[in-house]
């Protein structure tokens, strides 16, 4: 399996060993230094003591921002009151949930659905993450409410689309369901104190859950944010929990040289050294079982380490291609399930090329427990390393407070301020066209200067299906192999909540090409208040205000953006920016689906 650089400590699954298949000497000297330091530095420790100046010299949001360290030690007692919720509903004829949340309230019950799937006689777990008007017709098609738990997840207990899709599917239970069993069919994840956990006793939802509000959203995985969810589908919580306590334990340890026995130490210092030496696009290579993990790590990283003009860029789902199309920037790591051999070969051909890449063993599906653990612990370590405080979003409030700005200005006009477009066609407007003739040229226009150390960040306000996500990842490769760059993809709105902060804090080396488009369905109404018909906006009109605000804050902080404003057949749309006949190849995914330009 390559050269072992570290024999770590095995749980009871021999899922921690580490291997450097293409760590040169010099890579390897980087990082033995660093380790060096944290250990002369004691890091270690002072992050358990909860030692706030390993990132800042004040301790806001630092020192009641730690409380995902210490989770396993708290939720075996709450176990007993999930597994009576599950029995409960189980009891009452419950077969379907729909949780409503962002960022890190949705992408760990996201990525626990696809790992886990659905256990027999659980609940089938739906994430609704977005306020993609065509997205959430879509999901309310197949609803039977009478058999449908709502979860509304958010820590605030005030998240815009999170209250937006409650707001919603409460009046459409309302509508469906007898008034006094409407209640029976919410429950909400929130802190003490949040208006959700006030809403949730006024409307007497079946269960309300306060989380510890030392825990910050992209750091709650292993909280009840992630673990009701689990349970919901049938996760064995016991399993789960044991998992993660031996990371728990093993990165507890405070010896990291001249052989390091901290799994998550190790792992903290990888991404944080890379990043100093410019390799700060980690690339993700996932194996299809554990795919969608690449998901959560993307927030956890991006919003923890993208602000003060520094930042490591996490790239995930993207089309492989050949090791000579990536420049020296990227460093890979390989997410490697026992049995999925998926990326062994091109991993070698990396290594052969020079890239450096880490290899993650995982010996079965239970072992992610872990993986939330090392990831969370590494990136608190890596953010110390490149000198950020990783549990703050500073530039995450400008867009809402634009978002807002449009808002207002549409329920006072009737529509929303935006310029009119550059150019224009049957099926695309262009918005930042600089005076080009086609949408082809406008994208080639804004990508003439786009090299390496830079990258591509496509925003897709878009409906995610089948058709658009192959039409943009098509794109995705054919820009990659243009330019060189790294080039990630985000659906927004979710994008907000993972990789949202870094295209603003980080150094500016980003691109950003935003696609638009007005609902292609019928539109629907967010109510005003809880129970209410009044609507003075739809989700259309709330997702493209949150796109134009994303537009502004990106613009206000000197970032270079394009837009385009799809009318119709969007994956054709998407697919005749890139025509060049030298894009025309065959390629592959992370999951190795055949794709062509």
Known sequence: MGEQISSLPSSRTNSILFYNYGMNAEHTQWITQTLEKLQRERVIPRLWAHDHTLWNSEPTEITNRLGWLHCTEWMPARLHQLTALVKGLQKDGYRQAILLGMGGSSLAPHVLRQVFGVQEGFLDLQVLDTTDPDTIASVERQLDYNQTLFVVSTKSG???????????????????????????????????????????????????FLNDPNIGGRYSALSLFGLLPAALIGVDLHTFIDQASQAVQVSQEETLYPECQNAAAMLGATLGTMALHGKDKVTFLISPTLERFGDWVEQLIAESSGKVGRGILPVVHEPIGQPQEYHSDRLFVYLRLDGEEEFDKFTIALQERGHPVLILPLAGRYNLAEQFFYWEMATAIACHLIGVHPFDQPNVEETKALTRQFVAAFKESGKLPTPKPDLYTETVDVFGANSAQSPQEALQNFLTRATPPAYLAIQAYLPQTPQNDQALQNLRMALRQKTGCAVTLGYGPRYLHSTGQLHKGDAGNGYFIQFTCDPQETDLPIPDEVGSPHSTIRFGTLKLAQALGDYQALINQGRRVIRFHLKKDFPSAIESLTTESQYKRPIKTNSQKEMRL
């Open 158 to 208: 005030g998240t815009v689309e999170t209250f937006s899709l409650f707001r919603y599917f409460y009046n459409r239970c309302r509508s469906e369901l007898n008034e006094n069993e409407v209640g029976a069919h919410f429950l909400a994840i929130t802190d003490p104190g949040s208006t959700l956990a006030e809403l949730a006793e006024q409307l007497r939802f079946r269960a309300l």
